[in-house]
């Protein structure tokens, strides 16, 4: 049980003391809820899943044209597209963020959008180096 536990410990999934901060969220410096049991998988036969879209080979090439003119489509040229395509804009729209962030994980290079906001110092996303002496992070 926990009351057993000692001041800012936690027990995992098997029982073991862990330190609770292993088990802070990314986005908060407050512990979660603690460690996650795996989810069983329900059964992928009733699933009510929309099945993948398979793009032709037109509508794909015609999405890469688009997407060499300009990696961002505002909502008229996603609408016209949609409508030229025969698919929903909401496809349009997830083919272009995947686009993006494969092009972007491939190259390891930051977007026009980020280093545009990057030289405004609005985006900095690097990680921060540790000080050898102290050991604080700035």
């Not at 936690?10 to 986005?27: D, E, H, S």
């Not at 015609?62 to 300009?70: G, I, K, P, V, Y």
């Not at 026009?112 to 985006?123: K, T």
Request: glycine share 6%; with cysteine.
């Amino acid at each position: 049980s926990d009351r057993d536990c000692p001041p800012g410990m936690v027990r995992g999934p098997n029982g073991q003391l862990w330190p609770a901060w292993v088990f802070c969220t990314r986005y908060s410096d407050r512990p979660s809820s603690g460690p996650r049991s795996r989810k069983i998988k329900k059964d992928p036969s009733n699933d009510d899943k929309r099945p993948r879209t398979a793009f032709s080979s037109d509508q794909l090439n015609r999405l890469r044209h688009e997407f060499d003119t300009n990696r961002y489509l505002t909502e008229e040229r996603r609408a016209s597209l949609s409508l030229e395509l025969g698919l929903n804009e909401n496809q349009i729209k997830i083919w272009f963020q995947n686009k993006r962030a494969k092009l972007k994980k491939a190259t390891g290079s930051k977007g026009e959008l980020a280093q545009m906001l990057a030289a405004q110092g609005l985006y900095n996303h690097s990680t921060v180096p540790v000080d050898e002496e102290d050991n604080l992070l700035y």
